[in-house]
């Protein structure tokens, strides 16, 4: 079936089910949640068709036409810059909302990571990088921890808390519920470092046979992420709905997450060739492509200029 939808630009414009990947639904991703459940993307003819999946399932997924979209935008950039046809399309938060949390008495800075174990959700996604960036701005070599994968927030967390893991990156949420529990904040990553945080990331060949259905999609979003940013007490109260985190947590995480957000959706270029760098080194990229071969933003920032040029707004 899939193979079906994406055949011609015809069948995926009269298409209204759109499958999107989603690590987690957080307050990291309000602005998705807002989009569809007040409605923006049904405005759009849109129905998201919500898939579970961490950035390294995803962005195969979009190379093989499961998804339309991935919200694991930071993971594609680590497969454009090895050649693969996708290209994050808009970046919602360049600011990682990670804190770098150890629970081992004798951990207290980066310096004694060093042949330590460190918990992430999957190789060369945010909590990784944001990890790499910050050993090496404190003069650590990333390849003298070891990184484990645990697959999502649901494992990271207790693996934390057990033992089983010497540190982790942690979404602020997490933070919260460690209240509980002596531990060590090495880092807030954040204030750190800059990155591509989270966004959207789709396959080149829907980019060029659909970019109607691009521009539809982030149009929904753009209007979600405006009223997210607006409209804090009605966007926690949706965010719970499918977030089961506890609300003070939540509460947090969305202040955080508002902080971390760009202007417009999109990011200056040269922030964007130091991902790029940072990426292909990591990788191990045989050379470091130009940012056009990983980033298109010209459908995300003719939506943000469109809707302003209107006028619009959102309300509750």
């Known amino acids: 079936m899939l193979f079906f939808l994406f055949t011609t630009s015809t069948v995926a414009i009269a298409q209204d089910t759109i499958r999107v990947s989603y690590a987690t639904l957080s307050p990291a991703y309000m602005d998705h949640i807002v989009a569809m459940d007040r ?25 093989s036409g499961q998804f339309h979209f991935s919200s694991s935008a930071s993971s594609a950039v680590s497969a454009a810059v090895r050649g693969g046809p996708v290209k994050v399309v808009y970046t919602n938060l360049s600011r990682p909302s990670y804190t770098l949390v ?9 310096k004694d990571l060093i042949g330590k174990k460190i918990a992430i959700n999957s190789f060369g996604d945010t909590g990784h990088l944001a990890t790499i960036l910050y050993l090496k701005k404190m003069g650590v070599n990333p390849s003298s921890v070891l990184f484990i994968t645990v697959g999502r927030n649901e494992v990271r967390f207790p693996a934390l808390r057990s033992g089983a893991i010497d540190a982790s990156p942690l979404a602020m949420r997490d933070v919260v519920l460690m209240k509980d529990q002596k531990h060590n904040v090495l880092a807030d ?12 990331a789709t396959s080149n060949k829907i980019l060029a046979e659909n970019p109607q259905l691009v521009e539809r999609f982030l149009r ?16 926690i109260s949706l965010i719970t709905k499918r977030d089961p985190t506890p609300i003070e947590a939540i509460k947090v995480d969305y202040e955080v997450t508002k902080a971390a957000m760009t202007d417009d959706g999109s990011l200056p270029d040269d922030v964007l060739r130091q991902e790029v760098a940072t990426r292909s080194e990591l990788t191990k990229a045989a050379k470091v492509p130009d940012i056009s071969a990983a980033f298109d933003y010209d459908i995300t920032r003719k939506n943000y200029a469109q809707l302003k040029a209107a006028g619009w707004h959102p309300v509750r």
């Open 39 to 63: 409605g923006y993307l049904k405005e759009e003819g849109l129905n998201v068709e919500v898939i579970r999946a961490p950035g390294g399932v995803a962005t195969p997924g979009l190379l």
């Open 102 to 110: 150890s629970i081992k008495s004798e951990i207290t800075s980066a």
């Open 189 to 200: 990553l954040g204030k750190e470092i800059q990155l591509v945080w989270n966004g959207v």
């Open 220 to 235: 929904g979003l753009a209007k979600g992420r405006e009223f997210a940013r607006r409209y804090r007490e009605e966007t």
